[in-house]
């Protein structure tokens, strides 16, 4: 019987993992293009997701997201694909879906407390904006004033805006997500 349910268990992991990564791809490629970096729902997505997943399963199915679009599938921003987005300006930000995945799911892992939620999607966010602010520094030979005043100063009202929202769907739908892994 415990055989049953570990294979039980890990069907339903790989379940969850797989449909963590199409609510990104859905998600991610919608823009409001307001520079060199857009804004998307993909921060939104991962937000939720790594609230909702192990560090884990949040980072692998950001993953998949990432070798989706990079084989050219439509879910980069704008509906874009392939290896030249993710090499391109941008790319910095799209690689560091995976540490903000891990660092939130990390954070929300350890604590009890409803302020995990905020606290993991700032931190993951500081180390998102910082990453991909380097690389898109050093692909677009821009300094760094330049490049914060491009890649980061438009986004942080707009992220405040969805860590809020994530963090409010993350607390109603984890003790659901709680209850069907338990059954």
Known sequence: MSDMKN?????????????AAAVLCVMAPWQIAIGPIPITLAT???????????????????G????????????????KGGFHVVFGVTGGYIVGYVFLALINAAVCSRL??????PIGMLLGTAV??????AWYC???GSGL???L???????????????????????AVKPALSKLRRA
């Not at 890990?10 to 797989?18: D, E, M, N, V, Y």
């Not at 009890?112 to 939620?117: A, E, G, L, S, V």
């Not at 805006?161 to 994530?166: R, Y």
């Open 44 to 62: 939104f997505a991962i937000y939720i997701i790594s609230s909702l997943l192990d560090w884990q399963r949040a980072s692998i199915a950001t």
């Open 138 to 140: 050093v692909q677009s």
């Open 145 to 147: 004033i330049p490049a």
């Open 7 to 19: 294979v039980r268990k890990s069907t339903q992991l790989i379940a969850l993992t797989g449909m």
């Open 128 to 133: 998102l904006y910082a990453f991909g602010t």
């Open 149 to 171: 005043a491009a890649c980061v100063l438009p986004f942080l009202g707009f992220d405040i805006l969805k860590i809020a929202a994530a963090s409010l769907v993350a607390m």
């Open 64 to 79: 998949i997201y990432i070798l989706l679009g990079m084989v050219g599938l439509p879910v980069f921003a704008g509906f």
């Open 112 to 117: 009890r407390h409803w302020i995990k939620y």
